[in-house]
Nanobody, 127 residues
Framework: QVQLVESGGGLVQAGGSLRLSCTAS????????MGWFCQTPGKEREFVAA????????SYADTVKGRFTISRDNTKNTVYLQMNSLKPEDTAVYYC????????????????????WGQGTQVTVSS
């Protein structure tokens, strides 16, 4: 059983930065696509960013372009989300997700593309 564990969330002031990490553990698992989503109470899970196996292809939600950067280190089975210039509207629970399917710029933005999810980490941005 593969598990994804997120870390790095917390409370930060507007304009600040956080780096989220997501590490996969368990049986050998090859994830072609890794993604980050966020969710606030009463809302659907929203796409934030996705990255291909080699890191050469990425996709971002318009709301985070230029502020967030997704990256991965396959030697550590870890994907990162560097979050800069944070805004109060970025406040949410952030989830890491893994897909065995290859990267698709359009489909990787949908939760259905992913088969494994982490438990989430809270990010709170104060104004």
């Amino acid at each position: 059983q593969v598990q994804l564990v997120e870390s790095g969330g917390g409370l930060v002031q507007a304009g600040g930065s956080l780096r989220l990490s997501c590490t996969a553990s368990g049986r050998t698992f090859t994830s072609n696509t890794m993604g980050w989503f966020c969710q606030t109470p009463g809302k659907e899970r929203e796409f934030v960013a996705a990255i291909s196996w080699g890191g050469g292809s990425t996709s971002y939600a318009d709301t985070v372009k230029g502020r967030f950067t997704i990256s991965r280190d396959n030697t550590k089975n870890t994907v990162y989300l560097q979050m800069n210039s944070l805004k109060p509207e970025d406040t949410a629970v952030y989830y890491c997700a893994a897909a065995v399917r290859g990267f698709s710029r359009n489909l990787a933005t949908t939760p259905e593309w992913y088969s494994i999810w982490g438990q989430g980490t809270q990010v709170t941005v104060s104004s």
